[in-house]
């Protein structure tokens, strides 16, 4: 995570109470968070469908700290403060219009794929966030009263 966020650009905590993942957290996720974030293989190792894969964390430990929201690297995430770990992802920089010359093979040949589709011996690599993440538009980022929502969980002890 990048040391430069300004945390005091947080959305702020909603003032509603008694806030739980299953009433109030989830219907968020599954709106912006499920279609990369279930499954088998859940991108960065982190499952966001259970209260269990929320406080279990990815493949970097934990998302987030019960009571204490402003170092919950969930909520940095979905602040979108930081580009690098903005969530749902900021989408790539695509070209706007098809280069001149469309259709013509790339300099040098055609890429060679061995048979089977993987170099023996190379590391199987999945698709970052699993194939699933690659269809469709990008899920709606969080508002900020949502964000602010999600702080308010985590800060009421995220149960
Ligand atoms: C389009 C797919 C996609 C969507 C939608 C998405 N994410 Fe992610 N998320 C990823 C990917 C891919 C990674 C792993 C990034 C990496 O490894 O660098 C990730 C990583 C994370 C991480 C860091 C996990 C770790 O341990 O490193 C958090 C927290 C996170 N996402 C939260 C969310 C939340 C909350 C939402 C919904 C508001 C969301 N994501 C929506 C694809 C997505």
Same mark, same amino acid.
């Given at each position: 995570m990048a040391a430069d966020v300004d945390l005091s650009k947080l959305p702020p905590d909603s003032? &509603?109470?008694? #806030?739980t993942y299953d009433a109030d957290i989830k219907p968020l996720f599954r709106v912006s968070c499920f279609r990369c974030h279930? *499954?088998? %293989?859940p991108a960065g190792g982190l %499952? #966001?469908?259970t209260l269990e894969g929320v406080l279990k964390g990815g493949k970097n430990g934990l998302v987030l700290t019960a009571g204490d929201s402003v170092h919950s690297p969930m909520v940095i995430a979905i602040s979108r403060l930081d580009p690098d770990s903005a969530m749902p992802p900021r989408m790539r920089r695509r070209p706007s219009a098809p280069s001149p *010359?469309? *259709? =013509?093979? @790339?300099p040098g040949g055609r890429v060679v794929i061995p048979p089977g589709g993987n =170099? @023996? *011996? /190379?590391p199987l690599q999945p698709p970052m966030g699993g @194939? /699933?993440?690659? &269809?469709g538009p990008m899920p709606k980022p969080l508002s900020a009263e949502e964000v602010g929502l999600v702080r308010a969980w985590i800060d009421q002890g995220a149960r």
């Open positions: 003032n &509603r109470t008694n #806030l279930t *499954g088998a %293989k %499952k #966001l469908d *010359g469309t *259709g =013509a093979p @790339p =170099a @023996p *011996g /190379s @194939p /699933s993440a690659q &269809r």
